[in-house]
T-cell receptor, first 113, second 113 residues
């Protein structure tokens, strides 16, 4: 079946620190990979995505590269801000399953000034 | 675009009562997903529809849960009778025919006393 494993949190950082959240997956078929972000009290928002191997998704200074050989999609940001404090979810979807999403457990990130 | 609209945003009810959650997907989207989020179980897909037809309801926890999509612009998730363990945040999401990006609503926070 399809599953996502992501780094457990919580993660606490200082402003301008480097952030990385590890995500690995197992999938039947060829998945598309996603990072969603959930700010306090809000729904999930798509942060970035990649649909094929070696694609790099990027948005708001965040990046993740689809690594088929290591079945990974790690999220990185070089210099975090307080406003990046949120819960981050790695997810995958496959065409054969109508792209219904399988989510990781979520990683809570807190950035302190 | 107004995005995915959910109502109510908060619902507090007593055990045994019927609860109805509502969702209006983004206009033109043909897939609709209902998720439940709890601390213990994370994000779980309950059911999804394509073109108003339920495709996979394997995530619906019990017969007390039912979902309908009478037309392309409206869906309901009903719990009857409700129980305290149903307390969670329920999200609705929709996607277009491309299917590989879901847009989430703000969620309904349900508390069953």
């Amino acid at each position: 079946g399809n599953s996502v494993t992501q780094m457990e949190g919580p993660v606490t950082l200082s402003e301008e620190a480097f952030l990385t959240i590890n995500c690995t997956y197992t999938a039947t078929g060829y998945p598309s990979l996603f990072w969603y972000v959930q700010y306090p009290g809000e729904g999930l928002q798509l942060l970035l995505k990649a649909t094929k191997a070696d694609d790099k998704g990027s948005n708001k200074g965040f990046e993740a590269t689809y690594r088929k050989e290591t079945t990974s999609f790690h999220l990185e940001k070089g210099s975090v801000q307080v406003s990046d404090s949120a819960v981050y979810f790695c997810a995958l979807g496959v065409l054969e399953d109508d792209y219904k999403l399988s989510f990781g457990a979520g990683t809570t990130v807190t950035v302190r000034a | 675009d107004a995005g995915v609209i959910q109502s109510p945003r908060h619902e507090v009810t007593e055990m045994g009562q019927e609860v109805t959650l509502r969702c209006k997907p983004i206009s033109g989207h043909n897939s609709l997903f209902w998720y439940r989020q709890t601390m213990m179980r994370g994000l779980e897909l309950l059911i999804y529809f394509n073109n108003n037809v339920p495709i996979d309801d394997s995530g619906m926890p019990e017969d007390r849960f039912s979902a309908k999509m009478p037309n392309a612009s409206f869906s309901t998730l009903k719990i009857q009778p409700s129980e305290p363990r149903d307390s969670a945040v329920y999200f609705c999401a929709s996607s277009s025919i491309k299917k590989n990006e879901q847009f989430f609503g703000p969620g309904t926070r349900l508390t069953v006393l």
